[in-house]
């Protein structure tokens, strides 16, 4: 029989055959015991309502039998069936692995119109359940993505505050400009800072960059986050920017994002992230 051809499915059949014998037997000394013998040997002090106890030794069989369990235990554990030998849950391991690498290589140089369309179905199925079909964060239970990403996203952190990124400098107060003002800074950032270097209103940007030095103590006189102690703003509107925040989750002022590491691939970010991009303005 094929199945038996392995050794640790051989070995633990027989296993279970001896323990089996085993019990039969010592089971029925017991039972025969219980009913021939009276009991004798020295009775130990304690005694619970008129029920003694007698002092016998541990059974040398049932303390050779346990020992050889903790042995056979450890074999199994550390040399046997889990690490050596072919189990389902390793099959299906690395078939998915196979399967994750395959799809990494077919989509790795997939074009911005494609990775919308991935991106799309993916943010349907896991992230409308908070964010809404539509992405508009169903009524502020969850961030505006129309918004987020783009200049009405920075007016939103700069006017409301952000944390829950766990970055070194912890939060970003709410309240730093006025609503014009951070309009005039969110300008700056999108035409100066941002790889996106574009901006809805250009006119506004001379008075932003002045307006910067609000920002400059965390986030660095070049916008780039003083070495990881603050966001990077040049990567704001960047799918760089979204993958961070599905890597680590976000425990925000708003609510709960959880991280999607391990359940997304970079493909599956790089996608979701250039769709959410894609909608706002
Ligand atoms: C006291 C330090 C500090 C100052 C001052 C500050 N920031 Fe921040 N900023 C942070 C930190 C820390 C974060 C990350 C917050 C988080 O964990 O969500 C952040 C995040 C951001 C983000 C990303 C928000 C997001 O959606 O994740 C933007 C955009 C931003 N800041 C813009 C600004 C602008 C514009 C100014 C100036 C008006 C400014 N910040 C001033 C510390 C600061
Ligand atoms: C369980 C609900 C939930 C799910 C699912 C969810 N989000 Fe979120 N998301 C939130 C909440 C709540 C916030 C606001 C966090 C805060 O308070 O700043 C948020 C914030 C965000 C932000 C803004 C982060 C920032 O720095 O301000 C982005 C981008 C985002 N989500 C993208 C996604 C994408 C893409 C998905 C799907 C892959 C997704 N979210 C799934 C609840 C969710």
Request: net charge negative; proline share 3%; hydrophobic share 40%.
């Amino acid at each position: 029989m094929s199945w038996l051809d392995d050794s640790v499915n051989a070995l633990s059949l027989l296993g279970a055959v001896v323990i089996l014998i085993l019990t039969v037997l010592i089971a029925g000394k017991y039972i025969k015991q219980m009913r021939d013998d009276t009991a004798s040997g020295e009775l130990a002090e304690e005694n619970w309502d008129g029920i003694g106890e007698y002092k016998n030794d541990v059974p040398i069989g049932w303390s050779l039998s346990i020992l050889a369990l903790m042995i056979w235990a450890a074999w199994y554990m550390l040399a046997g069936y889990p690490v050596n030998a072919y189990s389902q849950l390793g099959e299906w391991n690395e078939d998915t692995q196979a399967h994750n690498a395959k799809f990494e290589s077919k989509w790795a140089n997939a074009d911005e119109e494609t990775l919308t369309a991935m991106g799309e179905s993916i943010f349907l199925v896991q992230c409308a359940p908070c964010h809404g079909t539509t992405a508009e964060g169903m009524g502020g239970k969850a961030q505006n993505l129309v918004e987020w990403g783009h200049e009405d996203g920075i007016i939103n952190t700069v006017v409301n505050g952000s944390k829950g990124l766990n970055y070194p400098l912890g939060e970003m107060p709410a309240g730093m400009l006025d609503a014009e003002s951070a309009k005039a800074v969110a300008s700056y950032i999108m035409a100066e800072i941002s790889e996106k270097k574009s901006t809805k209103n250009p006119e506004l940007v001379e008075s932003g960059k002045a307006l910067f030095v609000t920002c400059a103590g965390c986030h660095g006189e070049d916008g780039m986050g003083m070495a990881g102690m603050a966001p990077d703003l040049s990567k704001y509107g960047t799918t760089a920017f979204a993958s961070e925040v599905l890597d680590k989750g976000k425990k925000g002022h708003i609510g709960m994002m959880p991280s999607f590491k391990g359940r997304l691939s970079n493909i599956q970010y790089e996608a979701v992230g250039t769709y959410i991009l894609s909608i706002g303005n």
